[in-house]
């Protein structure tokens, strides 16, 4: 994604600490930040069966198996791990 589609996304993009929709320009402002700093977001599709995965393995919990911030951050803990256990 560019930045030029980021300013033309339509989709509310909800500001964790204010709890309103950013606009077009703060969109593309957090954009060139992340842009700047090597950051990329990266979209990805979890199928059922891998947060089941991330359920048995005590990372999210099945009351949580549909919230996307838990099962986000257990994604980047799995991420996480593999890193520390590549660095090894």
Do not use: C, Y
């Amino acid at each position: 994604m560019n930045a030029e589609s980021e300013e033309n996304d339509p989709s509310p993009v909800i500001s964790v600490t204010t709890g309103r929709a950013l606009t077009s320009t703060e969109r593309a402002r957090r954009f060139r930040q992340r842009s700047k700093a090597g950051i990329l977001l990266v979209p990805i599709e979890i199928l059922p069966n891998e947060i089941d995965a991330l359920i048995r393995g005590g990372l999210v919990t099945a009351a949580h198996r549909r919230d996307m911030d838990a099962v986000g951050s257990a994604v980047l803990d799995v991420l996480g791990m593999w890193m520390k256990k590549m660095r090894k």
